[in-house]
């Protein structure tokens, strides 16, 4: 497909801090960013390996189905975001909402869906409506973050490897219910689509449903060969939630293994607060942040770049597809 010269793309770097993220900003109003990427789709490619992230800025992306068109035109099939861990809706085919949680709640840096063995390799984000007040989406390299940490921690992880685990309710109850997580009120459907996952589960004698992911916690990247920290161990991490709430939960729920969601070594072991800590701190000193402009296109290289959510006051919509 054939464009015009002004509408080629000039990734230009520093978008987000000196050496993470380009952007591209369109050369006239009416650029037609969905021809625009499937034309460039390997020059896109070429830079996001290089950059981690490319910003799109100026193409007056808000629509949903035109946010949808501009992900397919760089890769065809998408990334379902069935069985997922976190709270979000579907807007429109493969396009969701952010995750859902409250204003004031914050987000670790996280490479989306890394509690499967398999995670997409894109994550593209759209800006229907920049935040009134923070709300940034902070990316961090998780090749760098590997570095920050103790060989001895690194080595501990590598080689136990991670169980995340999820107790889903069957109705009202704290977290996701398994029939929100895998989008269907038919258990034998549900079941299939854990099966299609590689996942361990059980249905327990409440009619809630047992989950047990197992996932490496370093990856290897399949284009580049880098090598990164790739999990979710905080983010799942007890340690993480506010003592108040910690508090409450293991009154409901008794042992860690029976929280909604939690994470433990691949052997069962628990993991220290303070390797939690360990890393909260490297995943904390890698974030770089951009403001949002309503637009906005977002392209993130889910392998080796991780992001997260800063809190926000007022309106904001971010939308989130996969492939």
């Known amino acids: 497909m054939n464009i015009a ?40 490619r070429e830079a996001l390996y290089k950059y981690g992230a490319l910003l799109f800025r100026g193409y007056g992306i808000t629509d949903p189905v035109r946010f949808e068109a501009v992900t397919r035109a760089f890769v065809p099939k998408a990334y379902s975001y069935v069985g997922g861990s976190t709270p979000r809706s579907r807007i429109s085919g493969e396009v969701f ?14 490479n989306e869906a890394s509690y499967f063995k398999v995670i997409p390799d894109f994550v593209w984000f759209c800006c229907k409506i920049a935040p009134e007040i923070a709300g940034e989406t902070p990316l961090g390299d998780m090749r760098r973050v590997l570095k920050r940490l103790d060989p001895v921690l690194v080595e501990r992880f590598d080689a136990r490897g991670l169980t995340y685990i999820t107790n889903l309710h069957s109705g009202d109850g704290f977290g996701k219910s398994w029939q929100q997580t895998y989008q269907s009120d038919d258990r034998h459907e549900v079941e299939e689509r854990v099966r299609e996952k590689g996942l361990d589960f059980e249905w327990t004698a409440d009619e809630h449903l047992h989950v047990r992911m197992f996932a490496p916690a370093l990856r290897k990247h399949s284009v580049t060969g880098d090598v990164y920290w790739g999990n979710q161990a905080v983010n799942w991490h007890p340690s993480l939630l506010p003592p108040a709430t910690l508090k409450a939960v293991s009154r409901l729920y008794g042992p ?63 939308m989130v597809a996969l492939a």
């Open 256 to 318: 860690q293994v029976n929280f909604p969601k939690t994470v433990l070594f691949g052997d069962g072991t628990g993991i220290r607060d303070e390797d939690a800590r360990q890393v909260s701190a490297a995943l904390t000193a890698e974030e770089t942040v951009f403001r949002w402009e309503a637009g906005d296109v977002l392209l993130v290289d889910n392998q080796a770049i991780a992001h997260g959510r800063r809190p926000f006051k007022g309106a904001r919509q971010i």
């Open 97 to 110: 909402t952010s995750t859902e949680y409250a204003a004031d709640a914050v987000l670790p840096l996280h």
């Open 5 to 44: 010269v002004s509408d080629r793309l000039d990734f230009r770097p520093g978008a987000l801090g000196e050496s993470l993220a380009a952007r591209a900003t369109a050369g006239r109003a009416d650029a037609d960013l969905v021809a625009i990427v499937e034309a460039e789709r390997d020059h896109v």
